[in-house]
């Protein structure tokens, strides 16, 4: 979703389509992020490292906002370089919070498909008892 807003952001910056998809496709962008943040919060709760890049990221977000209405607002090149520079930190916490989530998801699975295991002196110590 991020990748798609930089290629709005740029095609509107040289003229290629209106502002307006840039800022509609990026709404809907936040919302999404907000939501994911939310369902971290709800699964892992709001002490996990998910949650608080969630957090991270939305305040970064919010950043990315401002930069991106003074830039719409000033149409200084200093501030569109700045705006698309942050993107691009935007885009990293989203990368490290989808990866994060892909892991923990990971680990959680292969946890609970697999059968609790014993040493092999357990086994035996249970198996004399009998």
Known sequence: MLFVQVILGGSAVFGYIDVQYHLVWGVVTFGVLIIATVYAARQLGSKSALFRTG???IADYVVQIILGFIALGTN???VIIVHLTNAFVLGVLVTYLIS???S???ASTSLHSQPPTASPGTMRALSHRN
């Open 55 to 57: 957090i991270a990221a």
């Open 76 to 78: 200084s090149g200093v």
């Open 100 to 102: 994060f989530a892909d």
């Open 104 to 106: 923990a998801e990971r």
